[in-house]
Nanobody
Framework: QVQLVESGGGLVQPGGSLRLSCAASGIIFNLKTMGWYRQAPGKQRELVAAVTAGGSTNYADSVKGRFTISRDNAKNTVYLQMNSLKPEDTAVYYC???????????????WGQGTQVTVSS
């Protein structure tokens, strides 16, 4: 089992920045895709950004130009740099990975516990 632990959430004013981190640990595994989802009050969980092991990225339209996802494969860690934050970015942010075990063929998924991001004056 892969465990994901998020950090970096908090309270920030509109226009401010936060950097989220998610570290993966556990048995030997291959992290095919790592990403960030968020769930705001009254809304469904949505994909914010994702990055493959090779560095390909994709973003939700609402965060393009403001957020940047990156990963450090040596540290099994994914980051989300969030700039120009808006109140609408307020949500619980969840780290996610799609991975395979060594010698495994099936894709597996793991979720972090979530970290609260609040953008407010």
């Amino acid at each position: 089992q892969v465990q994901l632990v998020e950090s970096g959430g908090g309270l920030v004013q509109p226009g401010g920045s936060l950097r989220l981190s998610c570290a993966a640990s556990g048995i030997i595994f291959n992290l095919k895709t790592m990403g960030w989802y968020r769930q705001a009050p009254g809304k469904q969980r949505e994909l914010v950004a994702a990055v493959t092991a090779g560095g390909s990225t994709n973003y939700a339209d609402s965060v393009k130009g403001r957020f940047t996802i990156s990963r450090d494969n040596a540290k099994n860690t994914v980051y989300l740099q969030m700039n120009s934050l808006k109140p609408e970015d307020t949500a619980v942010y969840y780290c996610n990975t799609v991975y395979t075990k060594v010698l495994g063929v099936a894709d597996l998924r793991s979720w972090g516990q979530g970290t609260q991001v609040t953008v407010s004056s």
